[in-house]
């Protein structure tokens, strides 16, 4: 189901914003990206984003770091 490209840019910077702020504040974060990823039938992708928040709080961060970048690499190749 292709997505709009909005949706896609904002699900990026989110998911760019996550560098910074306290560890609930970047699980909130991530949380809008999986409901976004859910309201777009992605939902392998909003899987992977749960899992990414686990390895964060588990304080996997290189687990972390790399369900980001999937995530983003992924969410990426959604535009139409």
């Given at each position: 189901?292709?997505?709009?490209p909005?949706t896609?840019d904002?699900?990026?910077?989110?998911?760019?914003?996550?560098?910074?702020?306290?560890?609930?504040?970047?699980?909130e974060?991530?949380r809008?990206?999986?409901?976004?990823?859910?309201?777009?039938?992605q939902?392998?992708?909003?899987?992977?984003?749960?899992?990414?928040?686990?390895?964060?709080?588990?304080?996997?961060?290189?687990?972390?770091k790399?369900?980001?970048a999937?995530?983003?690499s992924?969410?990426?190749?959604?535009?139409p």
């Amino acid at each position: 189901m292709p997505s709009p490209p909005n949706t896609i840019d904002v699900m990026l910077s989110t998911l760019n914003a996550t560098d910074v702020g306290s560890l609930d504040s970047v699980v909130e974060k991530l949380r809008l990206v999986q409901g976004e990823l859910d309201a777009l039938g992605q939902a392998e992708l909003a899987r992977r984003t749960a899992d990414t928040i686990e390895a964060l709080r588990r304080g996997e961060i290189a687990e972390f770091k790399r369900g980001r970048a999937f995530l983003q690499s992924k969410i990426g190749h959604l535009r139409p």
